[in-house]
């Protein structure tokens, strides 16, 4: 029996590194400090166990070797004219840096799930640059903490209690005491429950509510009518008071910013609202990432390339404009006439038309697990979990880069080695 | 009956916990459903756990009804997955991002079966 400390969480972007793991012949039997998210994870489930392979999508797979489906799969990419690498959250920077390599090689579009995830606040940071904080820095000082659209409860179980709400710090050694929680959302969550004070604004009205703060902030509180987005204006200007009145403001923000209608501009002009917030007091501002390394796409993506995702290398040159290079435009737009998706789930987690024509084109899969992109992929290549039977490099929410532990000893291929592989054989066919 | 409501989308906890074994029907009894509060069910007139009908715009799906108060009137929420996908928004308005929360929805009482993930996916082949 082998019994790994402090290890990794690779399940969402708090990346706890407290976690207790046992581990018997090796397989994992136990595991301590990790939630709910964490420990399905980390436990496993049915592994997709030998490559497979299939011409019709509606017929039945038949398993084949791996180098059969490795040359199949670069055959796919040499021919494809408008191919598209897509996924890579749940997998680690060394296997980012082999999925761009190959995207240039082939002349695909990279992108990654933070296009239906955090994408828009990439476009606002752009925009207006990001104030923020590591995790520590806000459990060591923040005495407000807001969560805007996001519901750390359900999605980030740990972050309250480790970092943002409940964590005693150096300078907050009350915890939840010395800590004023506020959270905005379109409903009462079971993180609002929880909040000091719960403001509930119209879904899509967060820009609107956003303007009316910053109105009130800058001494403009005359041109804010008596309730904007379903929220009083009372409310408001109790919640700017309360905002100026902190000594460290932490503001955390999740998907109802970012799916809503005014898509990255609700970030924007949330960005805005916390540098102005910083003429009275200390504020920072974190999106609450999802998958623990999509944050680890970003920066490896943006050092390789200049750009965070939805890069378009058609050119030769990397192009990155999403509204035209984001995976859904180019899956709508029926451009992309083959796909490669690994460490994400396009079929689970794009609408239904880009999956419909995810079905019409040739699909690689890699990936551990069955899931809705196997049922429209033609090649699907098994491989190791990273994280769990794989160490590497992965950042954290805040962009601190954190080493992930081996947990056991893989008993299929990496996503590095397939990636690898794959890239030979493309140069291969090219004649190289 | 039908309902109009406004559809949101996002995660859960249960969603999170089943992610990686969506072939699983924990995963299907985490995802296909649709979240409304006691008065909207009132008006709908079934019970928790019965199917209901999501069609919006972009498409249509069966789901099971469940109880959330924590819903101001008028909204339905269905955790991420193909589900709820199956009915959001493709357009991603200039940005990438397709149009997963804030989409017009109609809901209604319905005795079709809740379809399984490979035979939910298979419609779109």
Known sequence: MTVITDALCPFCGCLCDDLTIVVENNKITDIKNACKLGSAKIMGHHRIEAPMMRADKKSEFKEVSYEEAINEAAAILFKSKRPLLYGWASALCEVHKKGILLAEEVGAIIDNTATVCHAPSTLAVHEKGLPTATLGQIKNRSDVTVFWGSNPVHAHPRHMGRYSVFAKGFFQEKGRKGRKVIVVDVRKTETAAMADEFIQVQQGSDYLVISALRAILSGHADVVPESVGGVPKEQLAKLVDTLKAAKFGAVFFGMGLTQSISRYKNIDNAISLITELNAYTKYVITPMRGHYNVTGFGQVCSWETGFATAVDFARGAPYYNPGETAANDVLMRKETDAAMIIAGDAGAHFPADSVRQLARIPVIQIDPYWNPTTEVSNVVIPVAICGVEVAGTAYRMDGVSLQMRKMVEPTLPTDVEVLERITQRVRKLRGE | ?125
């Open chain 2, 1 to 125: 009956m039908t309902l109009n409501a406004i559809l949101i989308t996002g995660r859960t906890i249960n969603q999170g916990a089943t992610i990686e074994n969506k072939t699983s029907l924990d995963y299907q009894e985490a995802t296909a459903l649709c979240e409304l509060n006691s008065k909207d069910i009132g008006l709908l007139g079934i019970k928790p756990g019965s199917q209901i009908s999501v069609k919006t715009d972009h498409g249509d799906v069966v789901v099971k009804l469940k109880e959330n108060n924590g819903n101001p009137d008028g909204m339905a929420f269905i955790p991420m997955g193909p589900w709820a996908n199956a009915v959001v928004d493709p357009d991603t308005k200039g940005c990438g991002m397709p149009g997963f929360k804030g989409i017009k929805a109609r809901l209604e009482p319905t005795d079709k079966k809740v379809l399984s993930m490979k035979d939910l996916i298979a419609r779109y082949k």
